[in-house]
């Protein structure tokens, strides 16, 4: 992932009703960790990493990125969103903003992924009008398939990638105003 190009990074942080969308701070360190360890998290993902290997890698302090939101809740990290510049991983997204979250499973089903991931596509829209977003998941990912749905993404094309049918939607700030 690359950075969003002319956007100044970092932004104030983006408020919610009930959600905070900040820079990743040393206080996240564990959740981060018990995200991206998370066999329920990772099954869409590859699958988790190992958390002894997690523990050396992450420094005291999350990596800090252009496009890289922490999701909070009364100040605790719950979740990340992603919406940056991609260099390629999928070759229809290359060049193209794309929006990706992970939340902790103890999140789910509350509304917190399609609260945050709005107020971020919102941010993005005030920070580069005009520029689409697009999504890529897996057909499998129930969860995510709902949510790219409910936040206005259609449906591109579905492909085999990573060993799995994937789905590729483009979200669109000019649609939605039309």
């Known amino acids: 992932m690359t950075d969003l190009g002319p956007v100044a990074w970092p932004p104030a942080p983006i ?4 959600l905070v969308l900040r820079e990743p701070e040393a206080r996240d360190r564990a959740a981060v960790i ?17 958390r002894d290997e997690l523990e050396r ?4 302090a999350p990596s800090r990125r252009p496009g890289l939101f922490i999701v909070d809740l009364g100040g605790a990290m719950i979740g990340q969103i992603t919406l940056t510049k991609d260099t390629g991983h ?14 902790l499973s103890q ?10 991931c709005t107020a971020a596509l919102d941010w993005f829209t005030g920070a580069l009008p ?10 499998a990912n129930v969860r995510s398939m709902h949510l790219a749905a409910k936040l206005g993404f259609i449906e591109v094309e579905r ?4 060993g799995a049918e994937q789905w590729f939607g483009m979200w669109s700030p000019v649609a939605l105003s039309d």
Do not use: D, H, M, N
């Open 57 to 60: 890698t992450i420094p005291g």
């Open 130 to 139: 005009g520029e689409p977003v697009v999504l890529a998941t897996q057909t």
């Open 34 to 50: 018990e995200l991206l360890a998370s066999p329920e998290v990772s099954t869409y993902l590859g699958g988790s990493r190992p």
């Open 159 to 162: 492909f085999e990638a990573y």
């Open 107 to 116: 999140a789910w089903g509350r509304g917190y992924a399609a609260e945050a």
């Open 90 to 103: 999928l070759r229809q997204a290359a060049g193209k903003a794309e929006l990706g979250y992970l939340f």
């Open 15 to 18: 408020r919610t009703e009930r």
